[in-house]
DNA sequence: TGTATTTTGCCAGTGACTGGCAGATTGGCC
DNA sequence: GGCCAATCTGCCAGTCACTGGCAAAATACA
């Protein structure tokens, strides 16, 4: 593998588990890059395979689709965040609890992740496979987070429509504010990336109750 | 083909044109028992089109792919909600007007849909990649609404995200609504499916503002 | 009945993805 | 350092969804 080391990182891990990290990481580096340049249709596995130098036996013991390469900075998120929120103990709103178990999510993840993850959503804003992808998993990701409030709240969503509902505000919020936030992007190249993006989101996240309050005439049932 | 003829619809049509649409009807229906019966992922794209009797290129002639096919009832009501709101005329709030889109959408389909639609919706329950693509369909047809109700509205979705949301209150609202509606059809066959679910749609519609409002202390956004 | 247009079937191919098995690499133990 | 067990990797052969091209069949229309 032509991979130099990355550095500092978990020296912890025995060497076999950050031999399988760099690896998987490599993949995803790659990937990206290659589908950005030459776009992801037109890029096949074999090429992917071959530049990183690895079998494609092997990169499905990494992955398990084609698409899921090109999303994993996505992936990172919502691994993150289901995370956060399954350590959550609730008591009080949910919604800014979302909005902060979001906001550490994006803080705990690596530094340079806020830069290929809007690589990542800019190749699949592009790419019709990529944004079905990204439509599944991101429904995933819902019933995930439902279901766990569910638990710890004790709420039998059967009856109870409200915490989905909010589920659904929480999702609408992340993905308005990620789309504010790559469209602040899009014509310059800025830095501290991660911090902008929770902004954004927390922004949407606020702007919520308003939002909705502000429109009686659009949101009441009968004028 | 081994198809009886359909009976009297549409005597307007040419011959060619009443035969594309009978095989296309007889690939989804053929489509949809064997995939409930043998499972989706285990039945072969060359079984159906053996059953049916047609070529695997005639198939990709009719569905783009062996999801579509198998959500092709979804395919129908979207499509006929899809139209409905492209010939909406607003004046006055949105959300209860895209709840009767969605009832005459319903209504304007043929008479055996409820039930081949309940029989999709199951199949894809307890298949990942009929997860993946209603998903993916759902997204879509969430941009195609917001898209025609800024046009309509002249409304910039990028400065004001309440027409957004609404559209995710109306799609959720669908979501619940059929949730529901599998849910009082899962134990008893029951007919009059139509108005069953176009009841239990609407009765998420009705519910969306007062679930938002009875819970405060949930939804608010500081306690 | 003849002709133009559309639809269909066949063929051969690409590319994503999988199971099985042999060989290499690594971790733990002496 | 050397050895065994566990794990990881690569190769092979195969399945299946999906596609372009071209010739044959079916249909519309005169």
Redesign the pocket.
């Known amino acids: 593998m032509t991979v130099e080391p990355l550095g500092n990182e978990e020296p912890a891990l025995?060497?076999?588990e950050r031999?399988?990290l760099r690896?998987r990481r490599v993949l995803a580096d790659t990937a990206l890059r290659m589908f950005l340049e030459r776009g992801f249709d037109e890029t096949?596995?074999?090429d992917l395979v071959n530049t990183v130098?690895?079998?494609?036996?092997?990169f499905?013991?990494y992955y398990?689709?084609?698409?899921e390469v090109a999303m994993a900075a996505e992936g990172e998120l919502w691994e993150a965040y289901a995370a956060e929120v399954a350590r959550l103990r609730i008591s009080g709103p949910v919604l800014p609890r979302l909005r902060d178990c979001y906001a550490h999510a994006v803080r705990g993840l690596s530094e340079d992740w806020a830069e290929r993850y809007l690589a990542t959503r800019r190749l699949a804003a592009r790419t019709p496979a990529l944004r079905v992808h990204h439509a599944g998993t991101t429904q995933d990701l819902h019933e995930r987070l439902v279901g766990m409030l569910e638990d710890e709240l004790g709420i039998d969503g059967r009856e109870d429509v409200r915490l989905r509902l909010i589920g659904e505000m929480a999702l609408a919020s992340v993905r308005y504010g990620t789309k504010n936030w790559m469209r602040t992007r899009e014509h310059r190249g800025g830095s501290d990336d991660t911090e902008t993006l929770i902004t954004e989101v927390g922004r949407a996240f606020d702007a919520l109750p308003s939002a909705l309050a502000l429109s009686p005439d659009t949101l009441a049932r009968s004028g």
């Not at 130098?53 to 092997?58: A, C, G, K, M, P």
């Open positions: 025995p060497l076999r031999k399988k690896t096949t596995l074999e130098e690895v079998s494609v036996r092997t499905f013991r398990s689709s084609k698409e």
